[in-house]
């Protein structure tokens, strides 16, 4: 077996909303078709692939102890327009150089606080 990309992220939140709406306005994903599980939650889309799985859960305390997820990551395209509407909608990000790639990364938080941030190409950079 050879692992060739990652396939889906699977984020629980108690703001269902709030989190397909982010992603929708601000990675540009749609919901999309999601199997007739028996708990909420939505499957958004990038293309054809649902690659962020939300399920909904009640609201609870922060889990205490080790980072349960450090960040996950997205390859994208058209950076200055990803940053205009980043700044469009007033989310806070940082942009980084992968170093000795020359990738840009923007990083930024969802709204439940998870890390996520987009790749881009060098010659967008």
């Given at each position: 077996?050879?692992?060739?990309?990652?396939?889906?992220?699977?984020l629980?939140?108690?703001?269902?909303?709030?989190?397909?709406?982010?992603?929708?306005r601000?990675l540009?994903?749609?919901?999309?078709?999601?199997?007739?599980?028996?708990?909420?939650?939505?499957?958004?889309?990038?293309?054809?692939?649902?690659?962020?799985?939300?399920?909904?859960?009640?609201?609870?305390?922060?889990?205490?102890?080790?980072?349960?997820?450090?960040?996950?990551?997205?390859?994208g395209?058209?950076?200055?327009?990803?940053?205009?509407?980043?700044?469009?909608?007033?989310?806070?990000?940082?942009?980084?150089?992968?170093?000795g790639?020359?990738?840009?990364?923007v990083?930024?938080?969802?709204?439940?606080?998870?890390?996520?941030?987009v790749?881009?190409?060098?010659?967008?950079?």
């Amino acid at each position: 077996m050879l692992v060739s990309g990652l396939d889906h992220v699977n984020l629980r939140t108690a703001r269902l909303g709030e989190m397909c709406a982010f992603y929708e306005r601000i990675l540009e994903l749609r919901k999309g078709p999601r199997p007739p599980f028996e708990f909420g939650g939505a499957w958004l889309y990038a293309a054809e692939k649902a690659v962020v799985h939300l399920v909904e859960v009640a609201p609870a305390d922060p889990p205490v102890g080790a980072l349960r997820l450090e960040h996950f990551a997205f390859s994208g395209r058209g950076l200055s327009g990803f940053l205009e509407r980043l700044e469009l909608h007033k989310i806070e990000h940082w942009v980084t150089r992968l170093p000795g790639f020359g990738h840009s990364q923007v990083s930024l938080r969802d709204p439940d606080g998870n890390r996520l941030h987009v790749d881009f190409d060098p010659s967008e950079g």
